[in-house]
């Protein structure tokens, strides 16, 4: 055997590995890359019943705070929170500013 043709085996070999090395790279990418999505698929899930239950609950509230509405007023409770609101600044128009 002549050292050109070992040259060129021992390039073949080379790429052999290369071929070898970069398709277990690849291999383990895909199943990486798959249970990856999988737990973002997971994750997406979660956060989408996360938001239909607070939307629920904020709807709850919602419908809570409309019917106690009247109720409170008749007892007296929202002119009493509206005034405490105004005591400490919220609600407050400009008109409502005393000019210095």
């Known amino acids: 055997m002549t050292s050109s043709e070992a040259i060129a085996q021992i390039k073949d070999i ?3 590995l290369f071929l070898a090395f970069t398709s277990v790279v ?3 990418a895909a199943v990486m ?3 990856l999505y999988w737990r973002v698929g997971r994750f997406i899930d979660r956060m ?3 938001a239909d239950r607070l939307e ?3 709807y709850g509230v919602a419908v809570a705070g409309r019917a106690l509405r009247p109720m409170a007023s008749g007892l007296g409770l929202l ?3 509206q005034g405490i609101g105004r005591l400490f600044g919220r609600g407050r128009n400009d008109s409502d500013d005393i000019d210095d």
Do not use: D, L, P
Request: charged share 15%; net charge positive.
């Open 14 to 16: 080379v790429v052999i």
């Open 33 to 35: 890359g798959v249970r």
């Open 79 to 81: 002119g009493a929170a």
């Open 56 to 58: 629920s609950t904020f």
């Open 48 to 50: 989408e019943k996360v």
């Open 26 to 28: 690849v291999v383990v």
